[in-house]
């Protein structure tokens, strides 16, 4: 629509141009805000990933301390709420619902340098996987692995005795440290690793293992069935919650003394729990009574065999129970303060280093979700190749686009037969198909022909197409016949004047072609699937419907938002071009 500067002037003129750019306007808004919902939901976790109001279209924990440090929680714990209870010393229910702690902050930096002396045996690994969420540990492990055996995943599995397919599907071992016998199994190569691993973690990455928790579990689950006031009348205390419940080192001497005895008899992890030297001669007598060899009393629990299964007998039955002691975070802590009531200020650590490393954690809250996506998809799947597949899948059909449609749509427009009207009505009655209706002729032909799980699969069934053709059979009549006359007169073969006339004119057509002919390959999923079901052939489609089912939902919005990147560069960088393709036909 072509206006005069001074039909521009009219009000009418002025008011409709302005409702129709508000109406474009509003339009765009509409199509940019899904996207941009979807790029915030890419960027959160699972403690805020359903917080879709209009104005957290920029995420909490980028403006508030309070949402930040939910989150670290979050991650830091695993999202799991026993073990944040336990390092709080709290009664939460549900992590999103913590809130900033408050008091004294002076042992904070005094409770870290504490963390840090403690042995190996009271602290475990932190920000572990949980819900399929990307693991920021598992990230570094790999990592790591990949360094120390120079990214070569044969020499991982040749030391491990494993068959992992590549160092994305490599798992850590699992670390127990809350069940009574668990131990590391420290002669097998893949815990030695993991052990040399732990050491060269940053120290927040280390969590202590309390004991104050144990405890409190066990009353209230084993013995007292979550009633409080059973636990004060067998007690006769007044105790007003679970939380104020601690662990002591010793056995106590009032009425808590049997709950003691069994839980550290029978469920205390026995790699915190010290057997005293005064219990040597019960030790021996023990070892007597089962015709056992005379050994030693041990400093520490045996790895496991035999040997374990007697210790852990000795403590239930016949060790004294005034040689143990419960050795945790917690009664160390407590020891160094020379303040039995003391409690290990972790809650206040934990916001210390929040507010610490704040820009920090913001960006690698805001990337974690795209780096695992890509690793796992353009880089991963199963094989490894899922990006290059992609590559070679949608240049193939590009190329195949532009060099089958226009030789069979110049053919049609060059040579004119009586029939032509009838070919290009065959290749329109091929677009009232949809494409399902061929998909199983197509895989019975390839199955035949032996190309399943090949490019050429993928690539043979689609490469001439009906609609292009007729697109291309358009332009090409619309292109100055006096050019090809010329050309004739000038002694030009049939190829030269398609390589030097056509071509140039073409270019916009042809880009569109090529547009159609990337989209459709980059986007095909379900076709690709059935005819390249082997996952070295999977293509990034299919490998984020593979994906979606087991990640959560915030890693599938960041695998749609970065599949859709390369799709909308294309279009940003040739949409000159594309729309020359599409409004110069109109004009000839």
């Known amino acids: 629509m072509h206006i005069s500067p001074i039909g521009r002037n009219s009000f009418k003129v002025r008011a409709g141009l302005a409702a129709l750019y508000l109406v474009l306007s509003l339009g765009a808004v509409t199509t940019l805000y899904p996207f941009l919902l979807m790029l915030s939901t890419a960027t959160k976790s699972q403690s805020d990933f359903n917080?879709?109001?209009?104005?957290?279209?920029?995420?909490?924990?980028?403006?508030?301390?309070?949402?930040?440090?939910?989150?670290?929680?979050?991650?830091?714990?695993?999202?799991?709420?026993?073990?944040?209870?336990?390092?709080?010393?709290?009664?939460?229910?549900?992590?999103?619902?913590?809130?900033?702690?408050?008091?004294?902050?002076?042992?904070?930096?005094?409770?870290?340098?504490?963390?840090?002396?403690?042995?190996?045996?009271?602290?475990?690994?932190?920000?572990?996987?949980?819900?399929?969420?990307?693991?920021?540990?598992?990230?570094?492990?790999?990592?790591?692995?990949?360094?120390?055996?120079?990214?070569?995943?044969?020499?991982?599995?040749k030391t491990w005795r494993e068959e992992n397919v590549r160092f994305e599907t490599i798992t850590a071992p699992i670390e127990k440290p809350?069940?009574?016998?668990?131990?590391?199994?420290?002669?097998?190569?893949?815990?030695?690793?993991?052990?040399?691993?732990?050491?060269?973690?940053?120290?927040?990455?280390?969590?202590?293992?309390?004991?104050?928790?144990?405890?409190?579990?066990?009353?209230?689950?084993?013995?007292?069935?979550?009633?409080?006031?059973?636990?004060?009348?067998?007690?006769?205390?007044?105790?007003?919650?679970?939380?104020?419940?601690?662990?002591?080192?010793?056995?106590?001497?009032?009425?808590?003394?049997?709950?003691?005895?069994?839980?550290?008899?029978?469920?205390?992890?026995?790699?915190?729990?010290?057997?005293?030297?005064?219990?040597?001669?019960?030790?021996?007598?023990?070892?007597?009574?089962?015709k056992r060899p005379q050994v030693p009393l041990p400093a520490a629990p045996p790895a496991d065999g035999i040997s374990l299964t007697d210790w852990m007998e000795f403590i239930k039955t016949d060790a004294p129970i005034s040689a143990f002691k419960a050795v945790t975070p917690e009664t160390l802590w407590r020891e160094k303060l020379g303040d039995p009531a003391a409690q290990p200020p972790q809650a206040l650590a934990d916001l210390a280093f929040v507010k610490g490393h704040g820009s920090e954690l913001r960006r690698d809250f805001a990337g974690r979700n795209f780096v695992h996506v890509y690793r796992q998809l353009m880089t991963g799947g199963q094989s490894g190749r899922t990006l290059f597949n992609t590559v070679v899948f949608c240049v193939l059909s590009i190329l195949g686009a532009l060099i089958v449609n226009p030789l069979c749509a110049y053919a049609l427009s060059r040579y004119p037969l009586p029939y032509t009207y009838k070919v290009l009505m065959f290749l329109l009655a091929t677009m009232a198909f949809p494409a399902e209706v061929a998909m199983i002729p197509n895989f019975l032909m390839l199955k035949s022909l032996g190309l399943l799980n090949t490019f050429g699969a993928l690539i043979l069934p689609g490469l001439a197409s009906g609609y292009s053709i007729f697109l291309l059979k358009g332009f090409f009549d619309s292109l100055p016949k006096e050019l090809y006359e010329a050309g004739i007169l000038d002694g030009a073969t049939e190829l030269m004047m398609f390589a030097r006339i056509t071509l140039p004119l073409s270019l916009p057509i042809f880009s569109v072609i090529a547009l159609n002919a990337f989209t459709g390959a980059y986007g095909a999923f379900l076709f690709a699937l059935v005819v390249c079901q082997d996952p070295k052939m999977w293509t990034i489609m299919v490998a984020l419907y593979n994906l979606q089912s087991n990640a959560p939902q915030y890693v599938i919005f960041a695998a749609l938002t970065l599949a859709a990147l390369p799709i909308l560069i294309v279009f940003l960088a040739a949409q000159k071009v594309i729309l020359r393709g599409i409004v110069l036909p109109s004009f000839k």
Not at 90 to 114: H, I, M, Q, R, S
Not at 235 to 258: E, F, H, M, Q, R
């Open 51 to 157: 917080d879709y109001a209009p104005a957290r279209l920029i995420p909490a924990y980028w403006r508030e301390d309070s949402a930040l440090y939910v989150k670290y929680l979050e991650d830091r714990y695993a999202n799991n709420i026993d073990e944040l209870n336990a390092a709080h010393h709290a009664d939460y229910k549900k992590v999103a619902e913590v809130p900033l702690p408050t008091g004294d902050t002076d042992k904070v930096g005094e409770w870290d340098a504490f963390v840090a002396s403690l042995p190996e045996s009271l602290l475990r690994a932190g920000f572990g996987e949980h819900e399929n969420a990307p693991a920021p540990l598992l990230m570094r492990f790999r990592d790591w692995l990949r360094q120390k055996y120079n990214n070569d995943i044969d020499a991982v599995n």
């Open 178 to 290: 809350a069940l009574r016998a668990w131990m590391p199994q420290s002669e097998r190569p893949k815990v030695k690793d993991w052990q040399e691993f732990r050491r060269s973690l940053p120290k927040n990455y280390l969590i202590p293992t309390f004991g104050d928790a144990l405890w409190r579990k066990y009353l209230k689950e084993d013995v007292y069935q979550g009633k409080l006031e059973g636990l004060n009348a067998a007690w006769k205390t007044d105790i007003a919650d679970w939380s104020a419940l601690t662990l002591s080192p010793k056995a106590p001497a009032g009425a808590s003394y049997t709950d003691w005895e069994a839980f550290m008899r029978t469920k205390f992890p026995l790699r915190m729990l010290q057997i005293e030297v005064s219990a040597a001669p019960a030790w021996q007598a023990f070892l007597t009574k089962r």
